[in-house]
Nanobody, 124 residues
Framework: QVQLVESGGGLVQAGGSLRLSCAASGRTFSSYFMAWFRQAPGKEREFVSAIRWSDSNTYYADSVKGRFTISRDNAKNTVYLQVNSLKSEDTAVYYC?????????????????WGQGTQVTVSS
């Protein structure tokens, strides 16, 4: 049973930074893809970033490219999302997702496993 637990969200001023963590357990994740999505109030869940565990290939939404960085720590089975230069429009619940297969990674329907989410609120 795959379990994903996010942490690191909070309230931050515009221009600030946070590091979100996603602790993964229940499987060997060396062949997995991991991703971050976010959902703002009244909006659909949207793709933020993804990483292939085996070789750290990364993918980003255009809206966060250059500001967000995804990474992983093999020893801790944890994926991180460093979020810098935060804007009010980054306010959302951020979700971690995992899947063993390659596919339409920017679609939330592709992903099999989800965490419970962590709230990021950016004040202007």
């Amino acid at each position: 049973q795959v379990q994903l637990v996010e942490s690191g969200g909070g309230l931050v001023q515009a221009g600030g930074s946070l590091r979100l963590s996603c602790a993964a357990s229940g499987r060997t994740f060396s062949s997995y893809f991991m991703a971050w999505f976010r959902q703002a109030p009244g909006k659909e869940r949207e793709f933020v970033s993804a990483i292939r565990w085996s070789d750290s290939n990364t993918y980003y939404a255009d809206s966060v490219k250059g500001r967000f960085t995804i990474s992983r720590d093999n020893a801790k089975n944890t994926v991180y999302l460093q979020v810098n230069s935060l804007k009010s429009e980054d306010t959302a619940v951020y979700y971690c997702a995992a899947d063993e297969t390659i596919g339409p990674i920017r679609s939330d329907r592709h992903w099999d496993y989800w965490g419970q989410g962590t709230q990021v609120t950016v004040s202007s």
